[in-house]
C-alpha cells in the first residue's frame, strides 16, 4: 500500500498535492518530473475511513538496537480545524499610563468557542489504539493489546515495543476502535529502522533540526526541512528542542497542548514521522518560556506553570524514562542527548562552581558514560551551545559568561576525548566553530526555515571560532560510514531546500 493511501482522505489531499507543488516547480527546468506529477495528479483519494482518527499521526522514537517507543493520539476529525475559524486572543494588563505590563489580564475566545474550536486546532477524542509491527518482508504482524487513550494527556498513547532485530527496517500499523466493540477506525502505515549492534560496521545518516516556529513555515503543507530529509534517507532524526513556541499563546494547559496538536497535524510533519524514527530534546520554549529555570517567577504565562510544561513534553513525544540518556547505532557512532533546563540553577545567580545547567547527577552521568564507549565517534547533542560564539547580551548557555564556570569544564573533559563533538540548537543560524581554549568543535544545525533565521550579523565572522558561518535556515546532516574499512564522521549544512552549504569531514585519531 502507498504511504499516502494510508491518510484520511482530507489528508491525502494535502499530502499529494505537497507532491504536486514540489513537482511543478522543477518542472520549468526538468522535464524528467513530468511522468511522476502526472502520476501524482491520478492519486487524489475518493474516500475516506470511519473515526477515530489520527490527524497528528505519530512518531516513532528511542529507538535502540532492540526496542522503540510508538506514540500516537486519536483525534475527533480525519483533519485539523481550518485557518478560517477564530484565533484565541491574549490581553495583557495595563498600568497608569495604558502601557503594556507582562502580567495576563484575560484570555479570550470569541463568540464563546473553546480551544478545540480555535484556528489550526485537532480536537482530540476518547478511544483505544494499538500498533502492528513487523521487520520488512516477513508476512506475519507482532502487535500490542489495544490501549485507551488519556484525555487527562491530551488523548495520547506510547507503546514500548521490544525485543526487536538489530539493524533492520519495521513496517509499522497503527489502528484505532471507538470503543472494544466498535468498528475499526483509522489507520496508519509506515516504517522505523533499528540501531545496528554496537560491534556492526555501518553505514549511519541522522538529521538534526532545531527553531520550528509556527508563524515561520515556509511550505502550505508546512516546512519544506522534511521531505527535502526523507530524500537523505535518514536512520534517524534529532530535534534539539525550540519544536514549539509556548510564550506568546500557551497561557493554559489546553492552550499548550494546542501548540503540539497543530504542528504535528502538518502534512510534512506528519508524513516525515512516519517514515522516520526520533530523539526529541526540549529547550526553554518547549519547557515554559523563554531562558526559563524551574524557580523562575514570571505573571507572563499566567496558569500554565514550569512543572505542566515538563509533563506536557512527556505526553506528547515518545520518551522513556529520563530525558537525557546516550544511544549507540553500530561499531562507530554513539549519540549524548542532554536535559537543559529540569535541573539548572537560576540564570541570574552568580557565577562559580555551585552554578549549573545540567546538574550533577547529569554531568557524572555524561562523563562515566562517555569513558565507558568505545564507539570510533562520539557526539554530544545539546539543546543549547557550549562553545559558541554567542551575542553578549545572552546569559542561558554555556557559551555565555554566566555559566562560564561550568562550561569550561565540559569543554575541557570533551577536548579530552578521543574523536568526540558537540551538535547543538537553539541559535538561530547555522555556524561551526572551535573553542579557542580547548579545541572543542562544535556544529550549530540552525533553524528549520529562512523566516526564522537571525540573531547574528552574517559579516561577524569570528576567525578565532568560526569555520563556517551562515544566517539562514535548514537543517544539519551527518553520515558515519567506512571507506577500505577506514571509518569517517562527516557533516553537511543544508539549505531547507537541500543544497549543501558546507561539508566537514572528520577521520580518528
Same mark, same amino acid.
Given at each position: 500500500?502507498?504511504?499516502?493511501?494510508?491518510?484520511?482522505?482530507?489528508?491525502? /489531499?494535502?499530502?499529494?498535492?505537497?507532491?504536486?507543488?514540489?513537482?511543478?516547480?522543477?518542472?520549468?527546468?526538468?522535464?524528467?518530473?513530468?511522468?511522476? $506529477?502526472?502520476l501524482l495528479a491520478s492519486m487524489l483519494p475518493p474516500c475516506q475511513a470511519e473515526g477515530p482518527y489520527q490527524a497528528t499521526g505519530f512518531k516513532v522514537g528511542e529507538v535502540t538496537s532492540s526496542t522503540a517507543i510508538v506514540w500516537t493520539r486519536l483525534s475527533l476529525r480525519p483533519e485539523r480545524n481550518g485557518f478560517d475559524l477564530p484565533m484565541v486572543e491574549i490581553r495583557y494588563a495595563t498600568n497608569s499610563q495604558g502601557r503594556r505590563k507582562r502580567a495576563v489580564e484575560e484570555i479570550i475566545y470569541p463568540n464563546d468557542v473553546t480551544v478545540s474550536d480555535i484556528r489550526d486546532a485537532v480536537p482530540g477524542t476518547v478511544g483505544q489504539v494499538r500498533v502492528l509491527f513487523r521487520p520488512k518482508g516477513v508476512e506475519?504482524?507482532?502487535?500490542?493489546?489495544?490501549?485507551?487513550?488519556?484525555?487527562?494527556?491530551?488523548?495520547?498513547?506510547? $507503546?514500548? #515495543?521490544?525485543? #526487536?532485530?538489530?539493524?533492520i527496517t519495521y513496517d509499522i500499523q497503527i489502528d484505532t476502535q471507538s470503543s472494544p466493540d466498535g468498528k475499526t477506525g483509522q489507520s496508519l502505515?509506515?516504517?522505523?529502522?533499528?540501531?545496528?549492534?554496537?560491534?556492526t560496521p555501518a553505514r549511519v545518516v541522522f538529521t538534526v533540526s532545531t527553531g520550528q516556529a509556527y508563524n515561520d513555515r515556509d511550505d502550505e503543507q508546512g516546512y519544506e526541512i522534511y521531505p527535502t530529509m526523507l530524500n537523505l534517507k535518514p536512520n534517524f532524526f534529532v530535534h534539539t528542542g525550540d519544536i514549539i513556541y509556548y510564550d506568546r499563546l500557551a497561557k493554559t494547559e489546553a492552550l499548550?497542548?494546542?501548540?503540539?496538536?497543530r504542528t504535528y497535524s502538518l502534512p510534512t510533519n506528519v508524513l516525515f514521522h512516519r517514515q522516520v524514527s526520533s530523539y526529541f530534546i526540549k529547550d526553554d520554549h518547549d519547557s515554559w518560556v523563554n531562558d526559563c529555570w524551574p524557580t523562575?517567577? =514570571?505573571? @507572563?504565562? /499566567?496558569? *500554565?506553570?514550569?512543572?505542566?510544561?515538563?509533563?506536557?513534553?512527556?505526553?506528547?513525544?515518545?520518551?522513556? %524514562?529520563? =530525558?537525557?540518556?546516550?544511544?549507540?547505532?553500530?561499531?562507530?557512532?554513539?549519540?549524548?542527548?542532554?536535559?537543559?533546563?529540569? *535541573?539548572?540553577?537560576?540564570?541570574?545567580d552568580p557565577d562559580g562552581p555551585e552554578k549549573t545547567i545540567w546538574g550533577e547527577k547529569q554531568k557524572e552521568w555524561f562523563k562515566r558514560t562517555v569513558r565507558q564507549s568505545?564507539?570510533? *565517534?562520539?557526539?554530544?547533542?545539546?539543546?543549547?551551545?557550549?562553545?559558541?560564539?554567542?551575542?553578549?547580551?545572552?546569559?542561558?548557555?554555556?557559551?555565555?559568561?554566566?555559566?562560564?564556570?561550568?562550561?569550561?569544564?565540559?569543554?575541557?573533559?570533551?577536548?579530552?576525548?578521543?574523536?568526540?563533538?558537540?551538535?547543538?540548537?537553539?541559535? /538561530?543560524?547555522?555556524?561551526?566553530?572551535?573553542?579557542? %581554549?580547548? &579545541?572543542? %568543535?562544535?556544529?550549530?544545525?540552525?533553524?528549520?526555515?529562512?523566516?526564522?533565521?537571525?540573531?547574528?550579523?552574517?559579516?561577524?565572522? %569570528?576567525?578565532? @571560532?568560526?569555520?563556517?558561518?551562515?544566517?539562514?535556515? &535548514? $537543517?544539519?546532516?551527518?553520515?558515519?560510514?567506512?571507506?577500505?574499512?577506514?571509518?569517517?564522521? =562527516?557533516?553537511?549544512?543544508?539549505?531547507?531546500?537541500?543544497?549543501?552549504?558546507?561539508?566537514?569531514?572528520?577521520?580518528?585519531?
Amino acid at each position: 500500500m502507498p504511504l499516502y493511501r494510508a491518510y484520511p482522505a482530507a489528508i491525502q /489531499h494535502d499530502v499529494i498535492l505537497q507532491g504536486l507543488n514540489f513537482m511543478f516547480k522543477r518542472l520549468s527546468s526538468c522535464s524528467a518530473f513530468l511522468p511522476a $506529477f502526472l502520476l501524482l495528479a491520478s492519486m487524489l483519494p475518493p474516500c475516506q475511513a470511519e473515526g477515530p482518527y489520527q490527524a497528528t499521526g505519530f512518531k516513532v522514537g528511542e529507538v535502540t538496537s532492540s526496542t522503540a517507543i510508538v506514540w500516537t493520539r486519536l483525534s475527533l476529525r480525519p483533519e485539523r480545524n481550518g485557518f478560517d475559524l477564530p484565533m484565541v486572543e491574549i490581553r495583557y494588563a495595563t498600568n497608569s499610563q495604558g502601557r503594556r505590563k507582562r502580567a495576563v489580564e484575560e484570555i479570550i475566545y470569541p463568540n464563546d468557542v473553546t480551544v478545540s474550536d480555535i484556528r489550526d486546532a485537532v480536537p482530540g477524542t476518547v478511544g483505544q489504539v494499538r500498533v502492528l509491527f513487523r521487520p520488512k518482508g516477513v508476512e506475519k504482524w507482532q502487535q500490542t493489546d489495544w490501549e485507551s487513550v488519556d484525555p487527562g494527556e491530551d488523548f495520547t498513547q506510547q $507503546f514500548q #515495543l521490544r525485543k #526487536l532485530t538489530p539493524g533492520i527496517t519495521y513496517d509499522i500499523q497503527i489502528d484505532t476502535q471507538s470503543s472494544p466493540d466498535g468498528k475499526t477506525g483509522q489507520s496508519l502505515e509506515g516504517s522505523f529502522q533499528t540501531a545496528p549492534l554496537a560491534k556492526t560496521p555501518a553505514r549511519v545518516v541522522f538529521t538534526v533540526s532545531t527553531g520550528q516556529a509556527y508563524n515561520d513555515r515556509d511550505d502550505e503543507q508546512g516546512y519544506e526541512i522534511y521531505p527535502t530529509m526523507l530524500n537523505l534517507k535518514p536512520n534517524f532524526f534529532v530535534h534539539t528542542g525550540d519544536i514549539i513556541y509556548y510564550d506568546r499563546l500557551a497561557k493554559t494547559e489546553a492552550l499548550a497542548h494546542y501548540h503540539w496538536q497543530r504542528t504535528y497535524s502538518l502534512p510534512t510533519n506528519v508524513l516525515f514521522h512516519r517514515q522516520v524514527s526520533s530523539y526529541f530534546i526540549k529547550d526553554d520554549h518547549d519547557s515554559w518560556v523563554n531562558d526559563c529555570w524551574p524557580t523562575m517567577k =514570571t505573571k @507572563y504565562m /499566567h496558569d *500554565f506553570t514550569f512543572v505542566r510544561g515538563l509533563k506536557i513534553f512527556r505526553h506528547q513525544v515518545p520518551m522513556g %524514562r529520563s =530525558t537525557y540518556r546516550t544511544r549507540r547505532w553500530g561499531k562507530d557512532l554513539q549519540i549524548w542527548m542532554v536535559e537543559g533546563r529540569d *535541573f539548572r540553577s537560576a540564570n541570574t545567580d552568580p557565577d562559580g562552581p555551585e552554578k549549573t545547567i545540567w546538574g550533577e547527577k547529569q554531568k557524572e552521568w555524561f562523563k562515566r558514560t562517555v569513558r565507558q564507549s568505545d564507539a570510533t *565517534f562520539k557526539v554530544l547533542v545539546s539543546p543549547t551551545p557550549l562553545v559558541g560564539p554567542d551575542r553578549d547580551n545572552k546569559n542561558d548557555n554555556h557559551a555565555n559568561k554566566g555559566f562560564t564556570h561550568e562550561g569550561n569544564e565540559l569543554r575541557e573533559f570533551i577536548a579530552s576525548q578521543q574523536n568526540m563533538v558537540v551538535v547543538c540548537g537553539d541559535r /538561530h543560524w547555522q555556524y561551526m566553530s572551535v573553542d579557542p %581554549r580547548t &579545541g572543542t %568543535r562544535e556544529y550549530s544545525c540552525g533553524p528549520a526555515s529562512d523566516k526564522h533565521a537571525g540573531g547574528w550579523q552574517q559579516d561577524d565572522y %569570528r576567525k578565532e @571560532y568560526h569555520r563556517y558561518l551562515n544566517v539562514t535556515g &535548514g $537543517f544539519l546532516s551527518a553520515t558515519v560510514e567506512r571507506k577500505e574499512g577506514t571509518p569517517s564522521l =562527516t557533516f553537511r549544512y543544508h539549505d531547507s531546500d537541500g543544497t549543501v552549504n558546507f561539508t566537514d569531514v572528520l577521520n580518528p585519531h
